[in-house]
């Protein structure tokens, strides 16, 4: 798993994900509790065994499924380089950017999301 230190010179470096610290806030704290949500919600809509919170935990804090998802729409990088750097399995990313980027696409400015 990726070190606070290493989550925080990415954060800050610009040429990693295009966007300022400031604006790496803004979004964990806006796009964050969306994340959460809608995580929990495809928890308690399926049948289960075990209570919603056993079992594994996330490797892949969600700061971090932002971070890898940020670089990989700045820079193309595939899911096997982000998942050595993040030190997780390369299907966890995948699932990462799967969750992250469709919520990054609803927040974005409608003018935008018409030209892609």
Same mark, same amino acid.
């Given at each position: 798993?990726?070190?606070?230190?290493?989550?925080?010179?990415? *954060? *800050?470096?610009?040429?990693? =994900?295009?966007?300022?610290?400031?604006?790496?806030?803004?979004?964990?704290?806006?796009?964050?509790?969306? &994340?959460? +949500?809608?995580?929990?919600?495809?928890?308690?809509? #399926?049948?289960? #065994?075990? =209570?919603?919170?056993?079992?594994?935990?996330?490797?892949?804090?969600?700061?971090?499924?932002?971070? *890898?998802?940020?670089?990989?729409?700045?820079?193309?990088?595939?899911?096997?380089?982000?998942?050595? &750097?993040?030190?997780?399995?390369?299907? =966890?990313?995948?699932?990462?950017?799967?969750?992250?980027?469709?919520?990054?696409? +609803? #927040?974005?400015?409608?003018?935008?999301? *018409?030209?892609?």
């Amino acid at each position: 798993m990726m070190g606070v230190g290493a989550r925080e010179l990415i *954060a *800050a470096e610009y040429r990693l =994900t295009g966007l300022s610290p400031d604006v790496i806030a803004e979004l964990v704290a806006e796009v964050g509790p969306l &994340w959460h +949500e809608r995580h929990q919600a495809r928890l308690t809509a #399926r049948p289960r #065994r075990r =209570t919603v919170e056993a079992g594994a935990q996330h490797k892949l804090v969600f700061v971090d499924r932002l971070l *890898a998802t940020l670089v990989s729409l700045r820079h193309g990088t595939t899911h096997d380089v982000l998942a050595c &750097w993040f030190g997780v399995d390369r299907a =966890t990313i995948t699932r990462a950017i799967g969750e992250v980027r469709p919520l990054l696409a +609803e #927040r974005a400015a409608p003018s935008l999301r *018409a030209s892609g």
